[in-house]
T-cell receptor, first 115, second 112 residues
Framework: AQTVTQSQPEMSVQEAETVTLSCTYDTSESDYYLFWYKQPPSRQMILVIRQEAYKQQNATENRFSVNFQKAAKSFSLKISDSQLGDAAMYFC????????????FGQGTRLTINP | NAGVTQTPKFQVLKTGQSMTLQCAQDMNHEYMSWYRQDPGMGLRLIHYSVGAGITDQGEVPNGYNVSRSTTEDFPLRLLSAAPSQTSVYFCASESPLSTEAFFGQGTRLTVV
């Protein structure tokens, strides 16, 4: 079974600083996608960034980047120049291509931005 | 483009009542799924479907039924509501090309 683990229930960072959210996953499959989703108080799920497992290069979207360590099964999210609007729940997720295709989520990390 | 439409947004049920959460998508996605979100547990998969007529159980299927008669619709049925089913429910559909999941706005369900 695939599992995704976020070991940090809560994180906080000063505005304009950099913060890293951790995520580890477990799968025996070789073909999968990894995601970070943001959930603001509005409850809407918003895709932040996506990483294909076959790509060695870390994905980047503006102030958001990932550190994808395939051998260690680690997928952390780095937010640079944190802004008040970044405050939200962040979920790491994995989608396995082979077999039963399921999108599996981690427990979530609540990020607070201190002004 | 409506995306994923999920109704209702809020619902209060009495223990033992049944109800159906509706989910419709207009993106012609084959893959659809239902999740429940509880504090400290993230989103847990209830049921999913890889196409019309095909459904399968996720991590927490007990107490819920689904069917997929069309590509567009994927309703979730609570057969006999229990307080343990108090949660926020999300429907999602997924693009096979990008594997990006598109979520509905969620339903906050309270069972008293």
């Amino acid at each position: 079974a695939q599992t995704v683990t976020q070991s940090q229930p809560e994180m906080s960072v000063q505005e304009a600083e950099t913060v890293t959210l951790s995520c580890t996953y477990d799968t025996s499959e070789s073909d999968y996608y990894l995601f970070w989703y943001k959930q603001p108080p509005s409850r809407q799920m918003i895709l932040v960034i996506r990483q294909e497992a076959y790509k060695q290069q870390n994905a980047t979207e503006n102030r958001f980047s990932v550190n994808f360590q395939k051998a260690a099964k680690s997928f952390s999210l780095k937010i640079s120049d944190s802004q008040l609007g970044d405050a939200a729940m962040y979920f790491c997720a994995a989608f396995i291509i082979q077999g039963a295709q399921k999108l599996v989520f981690g427990q979530g990390t609540r990020l607070t931005i201190n002004p | 483009n409506a995306g994923v439409t999920q109704t209702p947004k809020f619902q209060v049920l009495k223990t033992g009542q049944s109800m159906t959460l509706q989910c419709a998508q207009d993106m012609n996605h084959e893959y659809m799924s239902w999740y429940r979100q509880d504090p400290g547990m993230g989103l847990r998969l209830i049921h999913y479907s890889v196409g019309a007529g095909i459904t399968d159980q996720g991590e927490v299927p007990n107490g819920y039924n689904v069917s997929r008669s069309t590509t567009e619709d994927f309703p979730l049925r609570l057969l006999s509501a229990a307080p343990s089913q108090t949660s926020v429910y999300f429907c999602a559909s997924e693009s096979p090309l990008s594997t990006e999941a598109f979520f509905g706005q969620g339903t906050r369900l309270t069972v008293v």
